[in-house]
């Protein structure tokens, strides 16, 4: 079957660098998306990515392994706005995407 | 503000009413989506229309039924619905949904409470 993993939640000090891994199995590949959801607003577009390597954004960065089904978000610099989820979601071979239920990122001072 | 726009934002039903939730794209984008948000789940693909056509039903209960009429408006009917179907229910709106870097523009929401 079809599976994103991700953690349900994590916390990271404000200033400092997380990593919220995401692993998937999907029926072919057709790239892996990150989206930030803010508490009580909608889900927003953060990264894309479809070949191996790390795609960077400012102060949020992703990166793929095709071979190892594998991709995580890393952000750095956190900020006390950071605070949201952060949903990873794999694309099939029939463009359909396969969604994670998210991790819940807490940012303290 | 992302260009895609859901009213009610907050509704409470009963399990014997009929209501509509609305979804407006201001994007000039061809596919429009209803999602499924429940909490601690991975979202649920519920309908996708491309050109106003529909395109993905993904087994969904007939007390859901969508309707598109135009490329720019997105309606999901709701009629007797059950306490499990309270949920975030969001809209989304994208350029190519066969598209390998198919990017979804989704609305805030519309929060459905049934008692």
């Known amino acids: 079957g079809q599976n994103i993993d991700q953690p349900t939640e994590m916390t990271a000090t404000e200033g400092a660098i997380v990593q919220i891994n995401c692993t998937y199995q999907t029926s072919g590949f057709n790239g892996l998306f990150w989206y930030q959801q803010h508490a009580g607003e909608a889900p927003t577009f953060l990264s894309y990515?479809?070949l191996d390597g790390l795609e960077e954004k400012g102060r949020f960065s992703s990166f793929l392994s095709r071979s190892k089904g594998y991709s995580y978000l890393l952000l750095k610099e956190l900020q006390m706005k950071d605070s949201a989820s952060y949903l990873c979601?794999?694309?099939?071979?029939?463009?359909?995407?396969?969604w994670g239920a998210g991790t819940k990122l807490i940012i303290k001072p | 503000e992302t260009g895609v726009t859901q009213t009610p934002r907050h509704l409470v039903m009963g399990m014997t009413n009929k209501k509509s939730l609305k979804c407006e794209q201001h994007?000039?984008?061809?596919?429009m989506y209803w999602y499924k948000q429940s909490a601690k789940k991975p979202l649920e693909l519920m309908f996708v229309y491309s050109l106003e056509e529909r395109v993905e039903n993904n087994s969904v209960p007939s007390r859901f039924s969508p309707e598109c009429p135009n490329s720019s408006h997105l309606f999901l009917h709701l009629h007797t619905l059950q306490p499990e179907d309270s949920a975030l229910y969001l809209c989304a709106s994208s350029q190519d949904p066969v598209s390998g870097a198919n990017v979804l523009t989704f609305g805030a929401g519309s929060r459905l409470t049934v008692l």
């Open positions: 990515n479809v």
């Open positions: 979601a794999g694309m099939d071979s029939n463009y359909q995407l396969i």
């Open positions: 994007l000039g984008h061809n596919a």
